[in-house]
């Protein structure tokens, strides 16, 4: 296994720093709560956590406060694909707590995706945002170095579960 990330990083003078690490297994019930946080109210279970975090394909890294709490996370995905004749990454998730937004640390885990990317020789890295998604966060996207592109995602009928 390759070395673990680690990245110290202090957003601002009056912030506490952060440091941006690979997910645990011990992190799967700050995770749920990071993505109930994000809009999905089942978050997710230690199981799911486990299978991910050991899918050769998925990766997850969070920033961790001063005590080693999570306190934001992405997950990103990376695949071969034919047409791109390489790579193509995906970032899956991105989710920063409410009482760490605007201190670095969204900007500082898609950095790391972005880094990781460039170690990976991805041909094109993504970003699936929300329909809705609101005008400041197209603007933090941007600002992170995306642009958007088409927008044609359908999903089979058959295969969508309600949010509960």
């Known amino acids: 296994m390759s070395q673990p990330i680690v ?11 952060f440091r941006i690490r690979r997910a645990r297994r011990g992190d799967a019930e700050v995770m749920a709560q990071l993505l109930r ?20 394909e998925i990766e997850i890294f969070v920033a961790g406060d001063p005590q080693d709490r999570a306190v934001g996370m992405v997950s990103f995905s990376h695949r071969p694909q034919l047409r791109l004749r390489g790579r193509v990454a995906t970032v ?14 969204g900007r500082a885990l898609l ?6 990317g460039k170690v990976l020789s991805v041909k094109q890295l993504q970003l699936i945002a929300p329909i809705n ?6 603007a933090f996207y941007r600002a992170c170095g995306y ?14 579960q309600p949010q509960k």
């Not at 990245?7 to 720093?17: F, S």
């Not at 089942?42 to 799911?48: E, I």
């Not at 950095?111 to 990781?116: L, P």
């Not at 998604?133 to 197209?138: A, L, P």
């Open 147 to 160: 642009v958007e592109g088409d927008s044609g995602v359908f999903r089979h009928a058959e295969y969508e």
């Open 7 to 17: 990245r110290t990083m202090t957003p601002a003078p009056d912030a506490n720093a």
């Open 37 to 56: 946080e994000l809009g999905y109210p089942q978050g997710t279970d230690q199981q799911t956590v486990h299978w991910v975090i050991s899918h050769p």
């Open 133 to 138: 998604v609101t005008d400041e966060t197209r």
């Open 92 to 105: 899956d998730e991105l989710v920063v707590s409410e009482g760490w937004r605007r201190r670095g640390v």
């Open 111 to 116: 950095a790391q995706v972005a880094q990781r």
